[in-house]
């Protein structure tokens, strides 16, 4: 067998939690009123519907998966 290396999994699809958190950080780069904020549920219309979209993935991955082994929280931006 080959390509089976440990952590080097092939990426099927990107991961729903990992893909809302990256939407909401994206966006935070280009919004001034997300840039500004110290936390997302401070942020702007927008910046909140996607900060709430990430922690919906979050809970229903982690009620899904309960061998979850990232518990460790993003950080959002300062
Ligand atoms: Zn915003």
Do not use: I, N
């Not at 009123?33 to 702007?44: E, N």
Request: proline content about 5%.
């Amino acid at each position: 067998m080959s390509g089976d290396r440990v952590g080097a999994a092939p990426r099927k699809a990107e991961d729903p939690t990992l893909r809302a958190y990256r939407l909401w950080f994206e966006h935070t780069r280009k919004c001034d009123d997300c840039k500004r904020v110290r936390q997302a549920s401070a942020g702007c219309e927008d910046g909140r519907a996607l900060w709430g979209t990430y922690r919906l993935a979050c809970v229903g991955h982690s009620a899904m998966d309960g061998t979850s082994t990232t518990t460790e929280t993003p950080r959002e931006p300062s």
